[in-house]
């Protein structure tokens, strides 16, 4: 046995996670699913919220590989070991690349650079999410599949006549998920190749009321003439500032999800209540690095 971090949930349910678990790249697959009456529990590489320890049964049957993301057909890896790239090029199927990040995520765009270790040499892949498809480049616009979960816990929150604004929508990825049921989802960026992505997403997914606007989200509150019942910040490292046009252009009642880089619990409470904010919900949606966390703010605007 194995002690592992592991998510419990009601076995109805376990296969959506566990498809969420895999699309998010942490899924622990050298272990074995663990069932406990009308529960399982499934290993994870990682902490995340309600995550807990656990003992797992290995399978010594799976060949253990480094540790990698996956994003559609493309793997990525953490070191460059271009005999280890090529282990996990054979391992599945569906993939047709294995790269290794040379940069970190930079510059206005939100970009990284990669070099391929093995397979086709591309960095763009087609991604399926819940019924969706993404056309994605990942040295040209950000994508996190990571987020999958998130998207689907906003889209339930959303009610048939709203209208939604993603300041920073990259290839639209959370603006094409919540046009399922919002009246009109606003999708800016200000990566012209985000945009051209987000064009063909729309086409390929039939989504006929996302309107994507190439823009500097700074300029956002000038230029859009309405305000919103919902937006969505996914700017970790820096969606501090985009805050105050946030709440200009978000409706009394509204909700902003704001997502961030923390070190402490509540690391943002003083700033958003300073902005007449209340925060309905914190949670942790991954660790980024020790003693650092990606945590989602739902916040609730209040009277100006």
């Given amino acids: 046995m194995v002690e592992q ?5 009601p076995a109805q349910q376990g296969e959506k ?5 895999i699309d998010e790249g942490i899924l622990d697959l050298s272990l074995k699913v663990r069932r406990e009456g ?4 499934l290993p994870v590489t ?3 919220e309600s995550a807990q320890r656990y003992e797992f049964e290995s399978m010594p049957e799976r060949q253990v590989l480094p540790r990698h993301e996956l994003v559609g057909g493309i793997a990525i890896m953490q070191d460059h ?3 280890c790239a090529e282990k996990i090029l054979q391992s599945r199927p569906s993939l047709h690349t294995v790269l290794c990040a040379s940069s970190e995520v930079c510059g206005e765009y939100r970009t990284r650079e990669f070099e391929v270790l093995a397979g086709n040499p591309t960095t763009r ?5 819940y019924g969706h498809r993404f056309s994605v480049d990942l040295s040209k616009a950000y994508f996190s599949a990571r987020l999958s979960s998130e998207r689907q816990r906003i889209l339930e929150q959303v009610a048939g006549n709203e209208t939604v604004l993603d300041m920073f929508a990259g290839v639209g990825p959370f603006a094409i998920t919540l046009a399922a049921r919002a009246t009109l989802v606003v999708a800016s960026d200000i990566n012209p190749q985000a945009i051209i992505l987000m064009l063909e997403n729309c086409a390929r997914n039939h989504v006929e009321n996302v309107l994507p606007v190439l823009a500097d989200a700074h300029h956002l509150p000038g230029t859009i003439p309405w305000r919103f019942d919902r937006i969505v910040i996914n700017l970790p490292l820096s969606g501090t500032e985009f805050l105050p046009g946030a709440f200009r252009l978000c409706k009394t009642g509204g909700i902003i999800h704001f997502y961030s880089l923390v070190s402490a619990e509540g690391e943002h409470l ?3 209540d300073k902005l007449k904010g209340t925060v309905v919900a914190e949670r942790v949606v991954r660790s ?5 966390w990606h945590t989602v703010f739902d916040i609730r605007v209040g009277d100006e």
């Fill in 270 to 272: 003083e700033y958003i």
């Fill in 17 to 21: 996670l566990r498809r969420s678990l």
């Fill in 38 to 41: 009308s529960t399982l529990m």
């Fill in 288 to 292: 980024y690095s020790p003693g650092q």
């Fill in 5 to 9: 971090w592991g998510i419990r949930v």
């Fill in 81 to 83: 070991d271009r005999k």
């Fill in 46 to 48: 990682e902490p995340r």
């Fill in 125 to 129: 892949t087609e991604v399926i999410e």
